[in-house]
């Protein structure tokens, strides 16, 4: 006997709820590499999950990957150009959100990588929104071009451009992680025992350090340059540290990073994230905007599916 209709309707969409749950993740590594954005990519995958629902389930079954990312790529580019008008009267620097990647389902971390969204920041929201679609998921041309309202040529002129930039801007070496989190630990004890020299000696000469504050939170308005300018930088702003304030080590964007946080553990003050040749630190990012560390903090307090765990309880400044 054939199953009533109702049922079948009852098991189609049961079938695509679990196949959205499983592309969920994908989905918000998308919109986050085209916004740099924890926070709003969130809000796209919810908006994504809501149109999702609103249309025919037969029409969303044909490629579900393909319906879906088109509506995230699309909610996503709307975004940023949002953020890009926004960024007008922004106070100070603006630097993508940090995400933890420890355990982050679906995000390679080569993909999301502060070197590599800082490139892209560089790029139109057309060019980013091209970029990301060809390079991370396989999109074709006439497929971008419906999203981005070009025609396929434009588009693949427009990625031949994107990726010349990404290539000559990101950085050329692969790093050592454990090379990576040696240099990350010795930044963070010269900075506790206030040594100078010991830090001076892990920074680049030429060492840049990035700050956002967005204006409500003390950091570098302008990026600081020079491997003492840097050094002395950071060490004055540890010793403006209230008492009880921690460092910890956890992995940021897919690489060790650093984050200061009070007695609680979701009370986050700063996340640093650093690029590094293995020998050397070239670039330090500093994101002090609690507007930028809300997703970050609620995933350190856990009790959250995107929680983060970790056994290190931090050392004190």
Known sequence: ???????????????????????????????????????????????CFLRFHRARPEEAVRSLKAYLGTITARLSLNRLRDQRARRETYVGEWLPEPIATTEEPGIVAEDVSFALLMVLERLSPVERVIFVLRTAFDFNFAEIAKIVGRDSAACRKAFSRARLRVLAERPRFSIDRERHRALVRGFMEATRGQDLERLVSLLDEKVELHGDGGGKALTAKKPVMGSRAVAQFVLAATRARPPGTFVIEIDLNGAPALVLRGQEPGNIAAAFLFETDGERIHSIFSIANPDKLAALSRALRGGGKNSVTTTDKGAEL
């Open 1 to 47: 006997m054939a199953e009533p209709r109702e049922c079948q309707a009852e098991q189609v969409g049961t079938d695509l709820n679990q196949a959205f749950a499983e592309l969920r993740p994908a989905m918000l590594a998308l919109a986050y590499r085209i916004t740099g954005s924890r926070a709003d990519a969130e809000d796209i995958v919810q908006e």
